[in-house]
């Protein structure tokens, strides 16, 4: 079973910064989406920002201009940037590692912690 890896997440205060990083040794990410969704207390997961096979980037209006997907070739490590944080970015955030049209290729990190302080 392949299963992502997030780490980066923590404290930070609004305004700063944090890099989180996805990592899966055994896949080669040039044929998968990656996507990093975020989950807070009482509501539903959402998607963040997405990084296709094919080199497009998506974000959510809440976060454009301000955070910024990556990948890195031949690491098979996916980042998010996140710059000029808010406290309302603070949630769990996840990696999803799918295929684009295999849908039985779909994997899941176990998230990562990001509280942004007022």
């Known amino acids: 079973q392949v299963q992502p890896v997030e780490s980066g997440g923590g404290l930070v205060q609004a305004g700063g910064s944090l890099r989180l990083s996805c990592a899966a040794s055994?896949?080669?990410?040039?044929?998968?989406?990656t996507g990093w969704y975020r989950q807070a207390p009482g509501t539903q997961r959402e998607l963040v920002a997405r990084?296709?096979?094919?080199?497009?980037?998506y974000y959510a209006d809440s976060v454009r201009g301000r955070f910024t997907i990556s990948r890195v070739s031949g690491k098979n490590t996916v980042y998010l940037q996140m710059d000029s944080l808010k406290p309302e970015d603070s949630a769990v955030y996840y990696c999803?590692?799918?295929?684009?049209?295999?849908?039985?290729?779909?994997?899941w990190g176990q998230g990562t912690q990001v509280t942004v302080s007022s």
């Open positions: 999803r590692v799918y295929h684009p049209t295999l849908s039985r290729y779909d994997y």
């Open positions: 055994e896949m080669i990410f040039s044929l998968y989406n």
């Open positions: 990084f296709t096979s094919g080199g497009s980037t």
